[in-house]
């Protein structure tokens, strides 16, 4: 090989591994023996890496032990918190001089605010704040490990956090006095039935009033085609006259569909329909074992693009609007620019909910992401042939343990409060497996390396890039969320150069999206970039565009209309190629 050749080889961009989970490019006679016993420990810490944390504490342990002048620093830190907090707890009614974050509601009860429970929770937001502190600005100190000992630091202190424990909580008290100890009785029954679901490895039954496809999921429809990846809904019309161009939504396949389509007055999908547009969904199938060797890259080839095909059977002859939410947002987005750069037109518009293209600032879940940490889990993996749905849902709720894990172990087991069941909560209950190589190669390829954004993703050999899309964007961001923050989703806005609308509407991952007309005390923020614009920074974006009041979902039925042509007649289920298999919600939804 000539120089130049080998420089040429060197220089291309790195596509997604194309070899199976299972099989090793260099393979070595006792390497399962290494995976298995490694997977053996996954299981046993919930798929955390015990290296990759351990290494964090030492590399942050070190680099302290070396800053004397760092140290004095968090000691004058240490005595000046003591100080204040012996002057609130001797002057009564003084404003408290420690703050809990706004996400983080366990001492907001008016009891917290007498003695002695208002010294006990002030003493305990102290720590944390003091904590805050020692885990940041360390001279050499790289960001991971320190958001990482922080987050651990914030782990332990939660567990020894005075709302947990009956004679510190105000709430506990009065709850145990109003009910006459009734209330630990029940919450010890519920313990009991809360252990004996896990050990029986069986979902709970839905509530009642909350099941899938009747109450929930209900948005009248048909299944218009099925492969092993997933089933296509056509959703009926709810209007004598559509718009000509389809809409067809992409949902993350960490999670079911019905995200979109919970009750029918907070329905998106039904919603959409009832402003008439013809609405496709796709349903990812819930994987096992046996789909362990499902792809990144099969993800958009059978899965969005063989959808997109199907629409185009059912709707000739006309674009597509496409949406995607989370990492259905993602993967749309390489198909759109694999389909710019091969030339394919299909596409009238992207809308993208919540979805990241670029992961430098994916949020608290990039704790749990580094080299360590993805082969950890991918022995995992490989041995299992996925990740399982609690493994999945315990890396969310340690990011908000506070509320997830904490809040909601006290009102349950010491305050004998069953939760209200909703249509949001039977959803996120009902969660889905991840394939082995698929998550592998999402972790490595878009969070590790961050492929996408860095000009080194290649779809069948050759690099994508985003700033190939020209048909108009519509992307949406939400306040408070902890898995595609905010700024995060903004910056799409760096990659493309088309015309885009960004909206940043309040709430979470999930309530931010799920936010229908008449949702009381819901805002937003919309601003426009025309092709070609200047970029703005998100936080001049965000001191330039004022709040609006309502739903963020008249403003995207409105652009949808404007990139819109005339309104036809609904096409028939299925068009002529694709008869019906079944009413919605369909088979896979029910995959447990």
């Known amino acids: 090989m000539n120089a130049v050749t080998d420089k040429t080889q060197r220089n291309r961009p790195m596509a997604i591994p194309a070899a199976p989970i299972n099989e090793n490019p260099n393979p070595h006679p006792h390497r399962n023996i290494d995976r298995t016993l490694r997977a053996g420990l996954a299981k046993l810490t919930g798929g955390i890496s015990p290296y990759a944390t351990s290494s964090s504490v030492a590399n942050w342990a070190l680099h302290l032990v070396r800053a004397p002048g760092r140290q004095m620093e968090l000691a004058e830190k240490a005595v000046a918190s003591s100080a204040k907090l012996w002057s609130y707890a001797l002057q009564p009614g003084s404003a408290p001089p420690f703050k809990a974050p706004d996400y983080d509601h366990r001492f907001r009860h008016p009891d917290w605010a007498s003695a002695p429970f208002n010294v006990w929770s002030q003493a305990f937001l102290a720590t944390l704040d003091w904590w805050e502190d020692a885990t940041h600005d360390i001279p050499g100190l790289d960001h991971h490990s320190a958001e990482r000992v922080h987050f651990m630091a914030r ?100 999670m079911k569909y019905y995200i979109l389509d919970l009750s029918p007055q907070n329905s ?73 750069r091969d030339g394919d037109e299909r596409l009238a518009t992207i809308t993208l909910l919540a979805a990241q293209t670029d992961f430098t600032e994916a949020g608290e879940i990039l704790l749990f992401v580094d080299e360590s940490q993805v082969a950890f889990l991918s022995d995992m993996m490989w041995e299992q042939g996925y990740l399982d749905q609690s493994q999945m849902a315990g890396a969310f709720r340690a ?90 989703v903004y910056k799409t806005k760096l990659f493309t150069d088309g015309d885009l609308h960004f909206v940043l509407t309040k709430g979470g991952h999930n309530g931010g999206i799920v936010s229908e007309p008449g949702h009381a005390k819901r805002h937003y923020r919309i601003g426009h970039r025309p092709a070609g614009a200047r970029y703005m ?35 028939k289920p299925g068009g002529t190629k694709h008869p019906s298999l079944g009413a919605a919600p369909g088979s896979y939804v029910m995959q447990r």
Request: hydrophobic share 45%; aromatic share 8%.
């Open 155 to 254: 782990q332990a202190l939660d567990v020894a956090s005075p709302s947990n424990f009956p004679l510190t909580n105000p709430e506990i008290i009065a709850r145990l006095k109003s009910t006459n100890g009734q209330a630990l009785m029940d919450g010890a029954a519920m313990m009991f039935a809360d252990i004996v679901e896990i050990a029986s490895h069986e979902p709970p039954p839905a509530p009642e009033g909350f099941k899938v496809g009747h109450d929930i999921a209900c948005t009248p429809g048909k299944v218009i085609y099925r492969n092993e990846l997933f089933e296509l809904i056509q959703y009926a019309p709810q209007t004598e006259k559509v718009q000509a161009e389809p809409v067809l939504i992409v949902p993350a396949w960490i």
């Open 399 to 488: 990011i908000r343990a506070e509320d997830l894990v904490w809040t909601r172990a006290v009102r349950r087991y010491l305050m004998g409060i069953e939760e209200m069941p909703t249509d949001m909560g039977v959803w996120n209950a009902d969660a889905t497996r991840m394939p082995a190589r698929m998550h592998a190669e999402y972790l490595r390829s878009l969070f590790l390396e961050n492929r996408l954004t860095a000009g080194r993703f290649a779809v069948d050999g050759r690099v994508i890039a985003l700033k190939d899309i020209k048909v108009p964007l519509f992307i949406v961001g939400t306040e408070s969320d902890h898995i595609a923050p905010w700024k995060s």
């Open 268 to 340: 998106l999908i039904n919603w959409l329909v009832g402003q008439g547009h013809t609405v496709f969904a796709i349903s990812w199938r819930n994987p096992t074992a046996e789909q362990a060797e499902l792809s990144l890259e099969d993800y958009r080839k059978r899965g969005v693009m063989e959808a997109l095909d199907v629409v185009c059977d059912v709707v000739p002859d006309t674009k597509v609007h496409t949406v995607g939410y989370c990492l259905g947002g993602t993967i749309l987005s390489i198909a759109a620019a694999t389909m710019a």
């Open 537 to 571: 920074d998100p936080d001049h974006w965000l001191e330039t565009h004022p709040k609006k009041e309502g739903s963020w979902w008249t403003e995207w039925d409105k652009w949808l209309g404007i990139h819109s042509g005339a309104q036809v007649a609904p096409p």
